[in-house]
């Protein structure tokens, strides 16, 4: 679902867009679900930087459990699987772990060909988690190995020598998010 930003949302945006203001962006993607296409403009700011909507950055599409709270999600024995084995989580109809790592192969492939130097990309919780994951190839069984970042976590990584290296993690570990 694409729930609306929240009061708390747009403050994070707002102090989040003036760390990035002294950073350079060249290109900026984003979901194309509103409320990541808001944050985009929000962190850009008034800078003149193209928005690319990306399908790609979509967050993993749940289907029954749409909007519902976490604790009744976690009364469907599904939810077991979709946090202890998500490579072999399935909802009928559904994109699933797999789908999503193929995706974003495809999207990280498009990166590579893209001659900008300073790439912001703006997604969602789990679809980030699997950019990272493809980067670094970590595969869809251990999907969930690392802390969960909060909401408005920053990742660094590069591409250098044909080679993708995360330099920054933006989860609660790390606490490099707002």
Known sequence: MDSPLTEKGMKDIASMAEELSFIPIDICYTSDLPRAKKTAEGLINDRKIQIIEEEALRELPLGPWEGKLFKEVQKDPLSVVYFETPDQFSLPGLENFHDLYEAMGKFIRKLEKD?????????????????????????????????????????????????????QRADQKDGLSY
């Open 115 to 167: 001659p900008k130097d300073h790439v912001l990309i703006v997604a969602h919780g789990v679809s980030i988690r699997a950019l990272i994951n493809v980067l670094e190839g970590v595969p869809v069984a251990r999907f969930w190995h690392r802390p969960i970042a909060k909401s408005m976590g920053l990742t660094i990584a590069s591409f250098e020598k044909g080679k993708w290296q995360v330099l």
